[in-house]
C-alpha cells in the first residue's frame, strides 16, 4: 500500500468486527500502525483475547460484544464516529459450522446489522470478509468472481454468499460504499492450530510436536494458500480503492497446491525425520481444488502477492516455535 494512501487513514476510526479473530487482530495491528483508531468488537466465542494483547494502546479500545445482537452494537455507533467497517466478525471453521449447522445462520444478523447501522451513521465504506468457499465444488479452474458458478454446497458458504448479495444491495440501493473480499486460506502466525483450525497451523503444530503430519483423503486436494500479509495488503487496497465499490474480489496468490505438497513443504522447513501419514478423506466439506483468477486484485486494487509460499511457511513455522516451544 502506498504511502499516501496509508495517511489518508490516520487520524479515521476504524471499526473491526471480529477483531479478535487471527485475520481481524492482524488487522487491528496494521492499522494502529497507520495511526488509526482501531475499535475492536469481538464476542470471543473463536477470538482470542491474546491475540489483542498487544493492541492496548492509546488508539485502541476493545469491546466485548455480540454483532448479531443490535443493541450491542448500536452502542458502539451511538458512542463513537465510525469511518470505516471491517466486518470479520464470523463462525469461522468448516468443522466448526458443520457439527452446528444451523449457528452458522446467526450470522446473517449480524450482516444485517451492521450494513444498517453504517448506511445510518453515514460510514465511508464497509468491507466485508468473504471467502473462497462460495465456489463450492469448483465447477471451473481458475475461479472468477464474475463467471464462475457458484456450486455452494455448505451452510457457512451460504451465509456467506447471501452476506455478498447483502453488501451489494446496500451499495446499489443506498449507496452505502461495500466491498466483498474472497479470502483463499489465509495462513500466518497466531492462527488457529487446534481440530477446529486450519491445516497450515495443524501441520505445524504437529511437526513441532514431532508426530507425522496427518493428510485427509490421498493430498490431492489444492488450496491457494495466502500468507497473512499479503491478504492484509490488498484488504486496507479495496478499503480506500472506489473502483472496488460493489465489487466482490478475490484475494488470494493465484496459485494452487496440493495438500500433500504443502505436507511436504513443512516437513522439510522443520527439518525432521517426519512424514506424510493418510487418513479416511472426509465424507463433507473437502473441496477437491481452488484456483482464483486474481485479475480483479491486480487491476482494481492494484496489488501483487509478495509472499511466495515457501517464504510466508518458514516465516509462521519460526513464530510458532518462538511461541509454542
Request: aromatic residues 10%; glycine residues 8%.
Amino acid at each position: 500500500m502506498s504511502k499516501t494512501k496509508n495517511k489518508n487513514l490516520k487520524n479515521k476510526t476504524v471499526l473491526v468486527t471480529g477483531g479478535a479473530g487471527f485475520i481481524g487482530s492482524a488487522l487491528c495491528r496494521k492499522l494502529i500502525g497507520f495511526g488509526v483508531k482501531v475499535i475492536c468488537f469481538d464476542n470471543l466465542s473463536t477470538g482470542n483475547i491474546d491475540n489483542i494483547k498487544d493492541c492496548r494502546k492509546r488508539n485502541f479500545i476493545f469491546i466485548k460484544g455480540d454483532v448479531n445482537n443490535f443493541k450491542d452494537l448500536k452502542s458502539v455507533f451511538d458512542n463513537h464516529k465510525i469511518d470505516y467497517v471491517f466486518h470479520y466478525a464470523a463462525l469461522v471453521g468448516v468443522k466448526r459450522t458443520l457439527i452446528k449447522p444451523l449457528e452458522v445462520l446467526k450470522d446473517l444478523e449480524g450482516i444485517k446489522n451492521i450494513l444498517e447501522l453504517s448506511r445510518l451513521t453515514k460510514v465511508k465504506k464497509a468491507v466485508y470478509a468473504s471467502s473462497s468457499e462460495v465456489y463450492g465444488d469448483p465447477v471451473e479452474f481458475p475461479q472468477r468472481e464474475d463467471s464462475t458458478p457458484l456450486n455452494t454446497r455448505l451452510p457457512y458458504a451460504l451465509v456467506k454468499t447471501a452476506g455478498e448479495v447483502y453488501f451489494k444491495s446496500y451499495y446499489e440501493v443506498f449507496g452505502l460504499p461495500t466491498t466483498s473480499l474472497r479470502f483463499f486460506n489465509v495462513y500466518g502466525p497466531r492462527q488457529d492450530a487446534t481440530p477446529y483450525g486450519f491445516v497450515v497451523a495443524i501441520f505445524i503444530k504437529q511437526a513441532l510436536s514431532n508426530k507425522n503430519l496427518t493428510v485427509f483423503g490421498d493430498g490431492s486436494q489444492t488450496r491457494d494458500f495466502t500468507f497473512i500479509e499479503d491478504n492484509l495488503n490488498a484488504s486496507l487496497q479495496a478499503l480506500r480503492c472506489r473502483e472496488s465499490d460493489g465489487q466482490s474480489i478475490n484475494i488470494g496468490t493465484g496459485k494452487e497446491t496440493t495438500i500433500l505438497s504443502l505436507a511436504k513443504k513443512i516437513i522439510k522447513i522443520s527439518g525432521k525425520p517426519l512424514k506424510p501419514v493418510f487418513l479416511s478423506a472426509r465424507k463433507v466439506g473437502d473441496m477437491r481444488g481452488r484456483r482464483p483468477d486474481i485479475s480483479k486484485m491486480k487491476n482494481i486494487l492494484k496489488y501483487k502477492p509478495k509472499y511466495s509460499l515457501d517464504k510466508g511457511l518458514r516465516l509462521t513455522y519460526l513464530w510458532y516455535k518462538r511461541n509454542y516451544l
